[in-house]
Structure formats: structure tokens, C-alpha cells
């Protein structure tokens, strides 16, 4: 036996060398990108955010881009990134700590700094989550809703906490992230004056969502989410659970069924628009964005405000 496991390692050897060569050999993916500092976020909305406080301070790298968090793969480059960088913001609240735990383990970087933003919530101002507890893998959202990126008061703590964390980094430029954080800061309440405005006058503020990701960013607005069809992103609801949701439907008149650009039209949503015009029920489907995938070409400082808005000028446009 002891024989045949030598002949197994005299076969498994190469390609355990050429792997760790191919690794070593994996091009710095900072080297493109310039700044005094390294710092690693793990999707869209917290590079927008850690970008437009830093500046030019930092190079700020995104790991999660046209791939969200919910989906995220790992990747060998992405330990690389780790392995250089000298902050990690993360969301936290069980959305991403499971691969951000892996990665820093393989990481192996004493240095690194991590910070989760979901922390920097208190409980009174997190949402309960509804979602399907564990056994729904790589879906599990535990106590809290963790979509906090997409609520106005929450986002203002996080911009806190980035400002703060930057600032213990690079102590010498306190002043310049103090200044940047408190634009951002004025340009999130502008921007919820600007959305009250908008949704100023609508009778009917119910929608129905495609899974629990809109709660923060429905407080921030006054919308009644009446229902939602996935318990989690792929979890498509079975008959009677469908039923149950058309009967709501019934009873409650939505004015819209918020659908994510992260997944097709044809999903459940659809079959739901389907079964209720069955009843005679017009109801449309509007893309409302949850803000955790961007294009490399459109990740930018302003790109979390720009889409922001787009969100909230859909539910004008649609809200009866």
C-alpha cells in the first residue's frame, strides 16, 4: 500500500509544482493600478464608496464586479490581491464573510487589515432578514438582512467607517478623507430629499420584490414591500408558494414587481406577471438594481450615486 501511494505522490508531484509555479508566476494585478496604499473591497457599491473617500490616495481594487457576491467564485488571482493589500472592507452580516475568510487564509497576510461595514450598523438600525435560514448554501443571509449598502442612514455609517479606517491608515491625509466622506455623505441626503420628491404624491407604494434585498433602500423611501417571490437568488418558489403569493397580490394591488438586472426575465417573476394576468392583473415588471454587480468599464467614484438615482427614477416612473 505504502507502494502504491509513492507511485500515486511520483504522479501527483508535477502538477502540484506546476500549479504553485503558475501562481508565482500570475502577473501583480497592482501594479496598473496606482496609490500609496492598497486597499481591497469585496463588490461594487463599497469600491464606489472607499473610492470617492480615498481619491488618489489609494489604489482600491473591487474583488466581485460582473459576478456578485451571491455568486462569487474563488479565483487564484483574487489571493493575490489579498496577499499585497493592506485594508480589506467587506460587507459582512454572512453576505460575503465565507469567502473573505477563505481568502484571507490562503492569503497569508499578518498585515492585512479587515473591516466589516455591516458591523459598523447597530441592531437597532439592521432589518431581520426573512430569508431561508442554512441549507440554502451560499444563500444563508443569517439574523440581519445584509443588503445595508442600499439604505440611507446605514450608508452614511458606512461612509463613517470608511473615512475612519482610511484615516488610521494614512494619518497624514485625515483631513483630506474627513472632507471627501462629508461630500459623500451630503450628496446620499441630497439624494433622498431628491427621491421623497419623486415618490411625493404616489397612492400605491406596495411592490412586490424578486428576493429580500430591498428592505434598507424601501425604508429609506416609505415603500411597502408586500411580498417576495425568492426566498434567496435561484430558490424559485414552488406551486402553493406561488399561489400564495398571487393571492397576496390580489389582496394588496402592487404597483410593481421589482426585478433584478443580475437575472433573467424569464425566472419566476415572469411566471408570476403570468399568473396574475390570468386574473385580469396588470402588473409590471421594473428593474430596480440592488447595486452588487458592475462592469469593470463602469465602476467609478460616482457610479453607486449615479445608479442610485436611476433606481429611485424607475419607481417614480412606475409607481401608480
Known sequence: MFCHQKHR???LFPLLLSLALGCAKMPDPWVEVPGKFKVLVSFPPLYSMVKSIAGDRAAVISLCTTTGPHDYAFNAKDTILLRKADLFFYNGL??????????????????????????KVPKNLRIESKEAKPGH?????????????????QSLLMINAIR???????????EEYKNRAASLAASLEEIQKEGITLLEGKKNKVIVTF?????YFASSFGIEIAGVIQKAPGDSPNALELA??????VEKKPSLIA????????????LLQEELKKKGIEIPLVEIDPLETCTQ???????YEIKYKQNLEALAKNLQ
Open 9 to 11: 505522490l511520483f504522479y
Open 94 to 119: 454572512d453576505l460575503d464573510d465565507l469567502f473573505v475568510g477563505r481568502l484571507a487564509k490562503d492569503a497569508s497576510n499578518p498585515n492585512l487589515k479587515f473591516s466589516s461595514l455591516g458591523k
Open 137 to 153: 448554501e451560499g444563500h444563508n443571509h443569517g439574523s440581519f438582512d445584509p443588503h445595508i449598502w442600499l439604505g440611507i442612514r
Open 164 to 174: 475612519d479606517e482610511l484615516s488610521l491608515l494614512d494619518p497624514e491625509a485625515a
Open 211 to 215: 428576493h429580500e434585498s430591498l428592505g
Open 244 to 249: 400564495k403569493i398571487v393571492q397576496m397580490c
Open 259 to 270: 426585478v433584478e438586472p443580475q437575472y433573467p426575465r424569464t425566472t419566476s417573476a415572469k
Open 297 to 303: 468599464a463602469d465602476l467609478a467614484p460616482k457610479w
